[in-house]
């Protein structure tokens, strides 16, 4: 079933190079925010370490500390290429991501949420009716929908059709409670 407003991911897979072999890992994820600093990373690898779980750096980034070209230390700007990440999925047991998001270098933790990205036009920055309506109607549950399309698809029959299917449905009802 889909969901607009996303479900969280509860496992995930990952693909990571240990010592030169290719490892697959399905289990357990979330996104870690750490400091921006080097020391934080190194704490955070420790912890993940510790933990037993696998961290991949968050790539492209949403995540992204500002806009990840000026160097903290020498106050000089860097090229994109060469900025630290400081946005890591991990994936691991249960214990071990609740002792990596209790790690001191930890800033934040989130939820890995699965979401369809909404594809809607430019145009000119307001939306029709219908664009408003086609947008509602994707905001809604399944059964909600479902219940609406129905109720729509019934106003367009002709009065007489309208008629026998709320008299067939009160004879069901009645049937159903006499038993």
């Not at 289990?27 to 037993?52: D, H, I, K, Q, Y």
């Amino acid at each position: 079933m889909f969901s607009p407003r996303g479900t969280l991911v509860r496992s995930a897979r990952l693909r990571a190079e240990v010592d030169g072999a290719e490892v697959t890992v399905s289990a357990p994820v979330v996104l870690v925010t750490v400091g921006a600093n080097s020391e934080s990373r190194r704490t955070f690898r420790r912890a993940v370490g510790a933990a037993g779980c696998v961290a991949e750096p968050v790539v492209g980034d949403a995540y992204a500390e500002a806009d990840g070209t000026f160097n903290r230390r020498t106050g000089a700007r860097q090229r994109p290429e060469a900025v630290q990440p400081a946005t890591f999925r991990v994936v691991g047991p249960a214990d071990g991501l609740r002792g990596v998001c209790e790690c001191p270098a930890v800033r934040e933790w989130n939820f890995q949420v699965g979401v369809r990205v909404p594809v809607v036009a430019g145009g000119s920055g307001t939306p029709s009716v219908a664009a408003e309506k086609n947008l509602r109607r994707a905001m809604m549950g399944r059964t909600e929908r479902e219940a609406r399309e129905e109720t729509e698809r019934r106003a367009r029959l002709p009065r007489g059709q309208r008629e026998m299917l709320d008299l067939n449905e009160v004879l069901d009802r009645e049937r159903a409670l006499a038993e």
